[in-house]
């Protein structure tokens, strides 16, 4: 069975840092492209970054881009998203997915395969 577990999150406050960690069981990343997706309340879900399966090609939002970074552990067969410079409009629950395309995109069709999703609350 496919699944992507996530760890990571919390509170924190703004300016701080946090690292997302999404583990894979039952296939390897190798093989997938990934994104990282977030849902604040009331909102849609919103593609933040991805990154291709071959890995030499990554994708922010205009939101993010500067301050998330996405990467690949193939060793752990893990995905990451560290947070910096965080802000109050960060807070959301935070997804991970893979698909089985290249490249995933930004949209959640795009995706086979999801997290449980992790909140991010930052506090000003």
């Known amino acids: 069975e496919m699944q992507l577990v996530q760890s990571g999150g919390g509170l924190v406050q703004a300016g701080g840092s946090l690292r997302l960690s999404c583990a894979v069981a039952?296939?390897?990343?190798?093989?997938?492209?990934v994104g990282w997706f977030r849902q604040a309340p009331g909102k849609e879900r919103e593609g933040i970054a991805c990154?291709?399966?071959?890995?030499?090609?990554?994708y922010y939002a205009e939101s993010v881009k500067g301050r998330f970074t996405i990467s690949k552990d193939s060793a752990k067969n893990t995905v990451y998203l560290q947070l910096n410079s965080l802000k109050p409009e960060d807070t959301a629950v935070y997804y991970c997915?893979?698909?089985?395309?290249?490249?995933?995109?930004?949209?959640?069709?795009?995706?086979?395969?999801w997290g449980q999703g992790t909140q991010v609350t930052v506090s000003s």
């Open positions: 039952g296939f390897t990343f190798d093989e997938y492209a």
């Open positions: 990154i291709t399966s071959s890995e030499d090609s990554s």
């Open positions: 997915a893979a698909s089985r395309r290249f490249y995933g995109g930004t949209a959640t069709g795009g995706y086979d395969y």
